[in-house]
Every structure is written in structure tokens, then in C-alpha cells.
């Protein structure tokens, strides 16, 4: 059954899939460590049946290259999945950042930023050392989307919590960043200390109808609107049931609803006219 009864674009910022032979086997672990139970299958196709249920007129799938020669073929199989209703983030290992040229080439080619995994990555986002690369990525024009907060299943420290994040927009204050989560998943109290309010995109993945009320409604009330994403982190959450309970909240304004599920998402794909 399809929920499209309203009547916003939706851009769904925040989705991961994986090549066909591999999506199963990634999908069951992933769950079985996590405790997380799947609303999709993991592949391109399953990707493509949630978002005609739900509504969802494109999704951003964002892959993380574990280790450094992973990236060369990952950024082949993103490049090859980029069709009408499905964008992709480019890859990158911090481990082996890619040059200005590089990355130039890749926006060229219609990518418009990275995806970064500081905990599948092993490196703390305000790291000085990743500054140079940060700064580089500043240059190209382009954004990072930082997965913000622990991962479930994934081992402690957690390398990218709001106090690092801020740490980062202080030091490259001209770095585009995208930090997922709403700043970081049980961070959410570090996020209205330390980035409430900053010049920093927040993503709604995951933790939308997980977070305590008071906390969702301080963030997407005060946070600026045309500062917040619209993001599901699809398998691990439902599309159609996040955009549907983001669109009934009473706080924000039709307005409000717009920017978030669609024109600041866009502006930052460069899809606007």
C-alpha cells in the first residue's frame, strides 16, 4: 500500500544498499549485531519498492569504504547505480584522501559529497591530521556527511560525537557538514549544547521517532530549518512510517516540512533549478 496522501517532495537523505551478492549477508549481520530489524532487503530493488511506498521521490545512498582499496570499486558500483530517483555520495578512506583533482573529477561527474564512518574508519573527526583533508574537501565545493553517535554494535569509543563534530566546524569552519543522526544517536543533549543553532546540517536518520520527545522538538524547533534533512537511514528504519510521522508533527510549519523533506537536500545535491 503506498502512503503518498501528502503532498511534498521528498528527498530522503540518508539510505544504504549493497551489490546484489553481497546485500543479504551484509543485511543479517548488520542486524544480528545490532539488534536492528530490517524493513528492506539491502539492494537497489528493495530500495526502489519502499520508496514507491512510501512516497519518496529520490534517495541518497551513502556507502563507507572500510579500508582504503575498497575504494576504487565501491566508487564504481555507486557510480553505476546513479539513475532518476537514486543519488549517490562519493567514496572515501581517510587513510588515503583523495586529491582537489580528484575530487573535482568526481563533482564533475554529478557527486556532491562524501560519506565518512569514523568508527568503521578508525580515525576521531577532529583529529587535526584530518583537517588538510577536510579543508580540501571545502575547496572542492563539496559536503561530508559524518555518521554522528555510536553505532549499534559497533564497539566503544565513539569517534564522531557532537563536542568532536563542533570541534571540526570551529577549526574548517568553511567545511560543508552533514552530521547524521541529529548529531548523534543518546547524544542528544551534547547536540543542543554544542550544535544547536551552528552552521551544520542535521540529518533525522534513525533516531526521528527513537529520540525522547522534548529532545525531538527542542532540535527541529530550534535548530534552522533550512539546516535539517529529511533522512530515514533505510533498511534500518522504514521509510514510509519516518516521513509519515515527521510530517504529522505539530511544531513545524508546512514550510518548515518543505525545507526539510526536500529544497535543503536538494540545494545541497545541486538539483535545483
Not at 501528502?6 to 537523505?13: A, E, G, N, S, Y
Not at 568508527?119 to 584530518?130: H, K, L
Not at 557538514?177 to 554544542?194: P, Q
Not at 514550510?255 to 526539510?260: A, C, F, L, T, W
Amino acid at each position: 500500500m503506498a502512503y503518498r496522501n501528502h503532498t511534498v517532495k521528498t528527498i530522503d537523505f540518508h539510505t544504504h544498499i549493497y551489490p546484489d551478492h553481497v546485500a543479504h549477508s551484509t543485511v543479517t549481520a548488520v542486524c544480528r549485531r545490532s539488534g536492528i530489524t530490517a524493513s528492506a532487503d539491502g539492494t537497489l530493488e528493495g530500495l526502489k519498492r519502499s520508496m514507491a511506498a512510501a512516497g519518496i521521490d529520490l534517495s541518497v545512498v551513502a556507502a563507507v569504504a572500510t579500508k582504503p582499496e575498497q575504494v576504487g570499486s565501491i566508487q564504481r558500483w555507486l557510480a553505476d547505480i546513479r539513475q532518476p530517483g537514486i543519488e549517490t555520495l562519493a567514496a572515501m578512506h581517510p587513510a588515503d584522501p583523495l586529491t582537489l583533482e580528484q575530487m573535482g573529477t568526481l563533482k564533475r561527474q554529478g557527486f556532491r559529497g562524501f560519506k565518512l564512518h569514523p568508527d568503521y574508519q578508525d580515525f576521531f573527526v577532529d583529529d587535526p591530521r584530518m583537517y588538510p583533508l577536510y579543508e580540501t574537501v571545502a575547496e572542492a565545493g563539496m559536503f561530508v556527511l559524518f555518521h554522528a553517535g555510536v553505532d549499534r554494535g559497533l564497539p566503544y569509543p565513539v569517534h564522531g560525537t557532537p563536542k568532536r563534530l563542533a570541534a571540526v566546524l570551529k577549526a574548517v569552519p568553511e567545511l560543508c557538514m552533514v552530521a547524521a543522526h541529529l548529531g548523534g544517536e543518546d547524544a542528544y543533549e551534547e547536540t543542543v549544547e554544542c550544535l544547536l543553532g551552528k552552521d551544520v546540517y542535521l540529518d533525522t536518520a534513525f533516531v526521528l521517532r527513537q529520540m525522547p520527545g522534548t529532545f525531538r522538538e527542542r532540535i527541529l524547533g530550534e535548530h534552522p530549518a533550512n539546516r535539517l534533512l529529511f533522512a530515514s537511514d533505510s533498511p534500518w528504519m522504514d521509510q514510509g512510517e519516518e516521513l509519515r510521522f515527521l510530517l504529522q508533527l505539530p511544531f513545524l510549519t508546512d514550510s518548515e516540512k518543505e525545507k526539510i523533506c526536500f529544497s535543503n537536500a536538494a540545494r545541497l545535491l545541486g538539483l535545483e533549478d
